[in-house]
């Protein structure tokens, strides 16, 4: 689907409301913004001037909207440029990572609207798929967005763990070597649906909202690159510490990190930790359902949880097709796609969304042409739907009981087994 970019994004202006929709203006919206933050509970009123310049930084490293009332920005959105990988190819990616509005301006759809609007203009710039965290399930599904697959949280006694003992002693390293530290995340070990958020002013913010945080890793001799690392959050002298992330460029450096956390369980009853990609922590556990028992409802209790708290939709239906690579198979079918985002989307907008009809070809070198062929099987869904079954977060089957999928019994057969795919995980908070 073409469409021609603009010079710049459009303004929209409502004269009735005198309010309008633009990008973010650092000397005049920087003190609203950080209000709306306030008012928001991101940050606090008494913060100090680094936490302001780290924000700072992170809002020049994204692309920044307001919605502006009276002419003061009353709500404000970050969308932040990163990679999303799909099998063995990266797609351009934009994070949704920052909406807010402040309490004078609630309920009046101006977050939903200036939303659409930014990833409108991410859209025209070029980026494939999106993200977003979730407060709630259902108010992003209206601007297309599906949810991603279940991610589980584990918590246990390192003690526990059934790795060999560490052997190399680690480094500490701090917000001083920020960019060694963003380097080693972007280089970790990636899998089907992992995402990389470009900027270093990411991993930056990522810190400096951890308290009592503090980072371990290892660096390789002859470059000295910083080759993995974890990044990890205390609570008290024993505990529970919680690991917010480990990047590792194989398996025998993540067996590393392990060793690394077995090594504190001399003082640290339990560790926190979000299961990696293609990994299942309880492998690597000694009598993992005894301590469950033992330590139930206590504060250092061994338990597991999961759960669906990110979203993601595509912006560009032919990109995403035509990275779509699966050899040894061949399916064509008519898709007729309905995107919510158009209705919250100004008549200004060069980007209307991606609704439409459209003949798909998946094979080694899929295809996608604007139209509809009688005779092929047509899918009906909306663009979450869609992009969730693409991804492999559920099948086609499936997803037609629990969201917006539609299809002939044969075609959704012939889909599960298509995009049978490793489970998406994105490996990096949004």
């Known amino acids: 689907m073409a469409w021609k970019p603009p010079p710049a994004l ?14 973010y203006n650092s000397a005049k919206d920087k003190k609203a913004v950080f209000r709306i933050w306030q008012e928001s509970g991101w940050i606090d009123e008494q913060r100090g001037k680094e936490t302001d310049k780290i924000m700072n930084a992170f809002m020049k490293s994204s692309s920044a909207y307001v919605a502006e009332v009276k002419d003061n920005a009353e709500s404000s959105v970050l969308t932040t440029p990163g990679t999303i990988r799909y099998l063995n190819e990266d797609l351009k990616f934009c994070a949704v990572t920052g909406v807010a509005t402040s309490r004078i301006a609630r309920n009046r759809n101006f977050a939903t609207e200036l939303t659409a609007l930014a990833l409108a203009d991410s859209a025209v710039k070029g980026t494939c798929v999106a993200g977003l965290g979730i407060f709630e399930q259902g108010f992003y599904n209206k601007l297309g967005f599906g949810n991603g697959p279940y991610e589980h949280w584990i918590s246990f006694d390192p003690s526990n763990l059934r790795v060999q003992p560490n052997r190399r002693i680690p480094f500490r390293i701090s917000l001083k070597d920020i960019k060694k530290i963003h380097k080693s995340r972007l280089s970790r070990l990636r899998g089907h ?22 980072g371990l890793g290892f660096y390789d001799e002859k470059s000295g690159e910083l080759t993995h690392h974890t990044w990890i959050e205390t609570e008290g002298e024993n505990g529970p510490y919680s690991v917010h992330w480990m990047s590792y460029q194989n398996y025998d450096q993540f067996l590393e990190l392990l060793s690394l956390l077995k090594s504190l369980s001399d003082q640290v009853y339990t560790v926190k930790i979000k299961e990696p990609p293609e990994i299942q922590i309880q492998d690597l556990l000694t009598k993992p359902f005894r301590y469950t028992e033992i330590t139930r409802h206590g504060k250092h209790a061994n338990y597991m949880f999961s759960s669906s708290y990110y979203q993601l939709r595509i912006l560009n239906l032919n990109a995403c097709i035509t990275k779509t690579h699966l050899p040894k198979i061949r399916l064509v079918f008519n898709l007729q796609l309905n995107d919510p985002i158009s209705d919250y989307l100004s008549k200004h907008s060069s980007w209307k969304g991606i609704s439409g009809n459209y003949i798909i070809k998946i094979d080694n070198n899929s295809e996608i042409v604007d139209g509809k062929e009688n005779g092929l099987p047509t899918l009906i869904a909306s663009v979450g739907a869609f992009t969730r079954m693409w991804l492999g977060v559920r099948s086609a089957t499936s997803l037609s009981v629990t969201d917006d999928l539609s299809a002939p019994k044969e075609l959704f057969n012939k889909l599960d087994g298509i995009f049978r795919l490793p489970t998406p995980k994105a490996d990096w908070d949004f």
Do not use: C, H
């Open 193 to 214: 649906g992992s995402v990389n958020l470009l900027p270093f002013e990411s991993t930056q913010l990522d810190i400096s909202q951890i308290k009592n945080g503090f």
């Open 10 to 23: 459009q303004v929209v202006f409502y004269p009735e409301l005198k309010m309008e929709y633009r990008e």
